[in-house]
């Protein structure tokens, strides 16, 4: 399968890369001066790294890079030869400048029937906001509820999100519906068009509070009182000030057991906390127990004991911490590039086949396939200087 790319950042180019992981051949279009998102400087992974660019290195792994200005009409022209063999269109442009292009979905669909024109976006392609530029900042984040509704209410300002959240999830989402639709073609023989957008990505990922709001509920982040309708259900704290987290959503399947486990048989038989029911109309108290219980052990000593119970629970682990978890090495959910100018570890994506990540490849440099694919597409060496001299291709 071929995926011809024109996108920009993170959220389309990383659906890209995902694609490219599974197999497909992702040739990816940048403009002659190259993507923006290679000269940005972030949390020191990339142009601050020192080395490698490993913002880049993500979202473009596995790919080949043409350049190309698509302002000139032999630029423009080697792109349309290229489409003629893509089975995937990949765009995060905005609809007015992929109209302006004659690359919008109408026009391309018409020329190649079989064509997947898969586009990711900000606020969707409808209403008074479809030519407005989104990021996963803005679009995600703010608008699509993330941060209001996640913000504690004793907070007078929103909380911030990590880098390119709505961004991954998206092109998630947006990976998923191409594949779908590829599957959809070998059905029917027909092509589509697959929309992904920002605003829709917060929305389902928000989908619990959403539900609530559509019954007429004020969906917000739980304040210290609410936060332990089920004490069973939280984060406490150890000795040590780490914190482990109980999920023990079926309390009265777990708590007997948990009971026995931290040598407290008086809290099981304390009618306050005989079921569930109980332990809600008394969670004050019974929260308050918990806290001095967890507060006699270290994180070690908890991660130690709560091991002997088969109940869901789990620590509350730095990132840092991920790199070493005997989970994450015994899955291969980190990897190791090797090229051979550096080697360099990026997480793999969340899918692996037949118990298998995918074997991680170098992101392109910019430009670096570009003689390369028009020597595919049939041009010679004298047709490929024209162009160099025409300005169409560095």
């Not at 070690?300 to 090495?329: N, Y």
């Not at 899955?331 to 991680?360: C, H, K, M, W």
């Given at each position: 399968m071929r995926v011809v790319e024109l996108a920009q950042w993170v959220f389309v180019p990383v659906a890209g890369a995902l694609l490219a992981d599974w197999g497909a051949d992702v040739?990816?279009?940048?403009?002659?001066?190259?993507?923006?998102?290679?000269?940005?400087?972030?949390?020191?992974?990339?142009?601050?790294?020192?080395?490698?660019n490993l913002s880049m290195a993500l979202a473009n792994r596995g790919k080949r890079s043409v350049a190309l200005d698509l302002r000139h009409e032999q630029g423009r022209a080697v792109l349309d030869e290229l489409l003629e063999t893509a089975d995937v269109f990949l765009t995060s442009f905005r609809p007015?400048?992929?109209?302006?292009l004659g690359l919008d979905a109408e026009t391309l669909t018409e020329r190649f029937p079989r064509l997947v024109y898969a586009r990711g976006h900000g606020f969707g392609v409808r209403g008074p906001h479809a030519d407005r530029p989104g990021y996963d900042s803005s679009a995600f984040w703010a608008q699509g509820g993330m941060a209001h509704v996640l913000t504690p209410p004793d907070r007078a300002h929103p909380i911030s999100q990590r880098g390119a959240m709505g961004d991954r999830n998206g092109a998630m989402a947006l990976a998923f519906g191409t594949a779908s639709a590829l599957l959809r073609r070998e059905r029917t023989g027909s092509g589509s068009v697959v929309d992904v957008?920002?605003?829709?990505?917060?929305?389902?990922?928000?989908?619990?509070?959403?539900?609530?709001?559509?019954?007429?509920?004020?969906?917000?982040?739980?304040?210290?009182?609410?936060?332990?309708?089920?004490?069973?259900?939280?984060?406490?704290?150890?000795?040590d000030d780490r914190h482990?987290?109980?999920?023990?959503?079926?309390?009265?399947?777990?708590?007997?057991?948990?009971?026995?486990?931290?040598?407290?048989?008086?809290?099981?038989a304390d009618p306050r906390f005989a079921d569930m029911a109980?332990?809600?109309?008394?969670?004050?108290?019974?929260?308050?127990?918990?806290?001095?219980?967890?507060?006699?052990?270290?994180?070690?000593?908890?991660?130690?004991?709560?091991?002997?119970?088969?109940?869901?629970?789990?620590?509350?682990?730095?990132?840092?911490?991920?790199?070493?978890?005997?989970?994450?090495?015994?899955?291969?959910?980190?990897?190791?590039?090797?090229?051979?100018?550096?080697?360099?570890?990026?997480?793999?994506?969340?899918?692996?086949?037949?118990?298998?990540?995918?074997?991680?490849?170098?992101?392109?440099e910019h430009g670096e396939h570009t003689e390369a694919v028009l020597l595919d597409l049939g041009y010679s060496w004298e047709r490929i200087a024209e162009l160099k001299d025409a300005g169409a291709v560095p």
């Amino acid at each position: 399968m071929r995926v011809v790319e024109l996108a920009q950042w993170v959220f389309v180019p990383v659906a890209g890369a995902l694609l490219a992981d599974w197999g497909a051949d992702v040739v990816r279009i940048e403009r002659r001066e190259g993507d923006p998102y290679r000269g940005l400087a972030t949390q020191g992974i990339g142009t601050d790294s020192g080395g490698v660019n490993l913002s880049m290195a993500l979202a473009n792994r596995g790919k080949r890079s043409v350049a190309l200005d698509l302002r000139h009409e032999q630029g423009r022209a080697v792109l349309d030869e290229l489409l003629e063999t893509a089975d995937v269109f990949l765009t995060s442009f905005r609809p007015g400048a992929l109209r302006r292009l004659g690359l919008d979905a109408e026009t391309l669909t018409e020329r190649f029937p079989r064509l997947v024109y898969a586009r990711g976006h900000g606020f969707g392609v409808r209403g008074p906001h479809a030519d407005r530029p989104g990021y996963d900042s803005s679009a995600f984040w703010a608008q699509g509820g993330m941060a209001h509704v996640l913000t504690p209410p004793d907070r007078a300002h929103p909380i911030s999100q990590r880098g390119a959240m709505g961004d991954r999830n998206g092109a998630m989402a947006l990976a998923f519906g191409t594949a779908s639709a590829l599957l959809r073609r070998e059905r029917t023989g027909s092509g589509s068009v697959v929309d992904v957008s920002l605003l829709a990505t917060a929305m389902w990922t928000l989908s619990s509070d959403l539900l609530s709001a559509l019954q007429g509920q004020r969906p917000r982040a739980a304040s210290a009182e609410d936060a332990y309708v089920n004490p069973l259900v939280g984060i406490y704290r150890t000795k040590d000030d780490r914190h482990i987290q109980l999920v023990f959503l079926q309390g009265d399947r777990y708590w007997a057991d948990f009971c026995r486990l931290v040598e407290r048989d008086d809290l099981a038989a304390d009618p306050r906390f005989a079921d569930m029911a109980a332990r809600r109309e008394n969670r004050a108290a019974c929260v308050a127990e918990l806290e001095a219980e967890f507060a006699g052990r270290t994180f070690e000593e908890w991660k130690e004991l709560l091991a002997r119970i088969d109940a869901p629970w789990a620590p509350v682990q730095a990132v840092e911490e991920l790199l070493t978890d005997p989970q994450v090495l015994a899955n291969g959910y980190i990897d190791e590039v090797v090229d051979d100018e550096a080697s360099y570890s990026l997480p793999t994506v969340p899918v692996q086949f037949d118990e298998r990540p995918p074997t991680l490849r170098r992101a392109p440099e910019h430009g670096e396939h570009t003689e390369a694919v028009l020597l595919d597409l049939g041009y010679s060496w004298e047709r490929i200087a024209e162009l160099k001299d025409a300005g169409a291709v560095p």
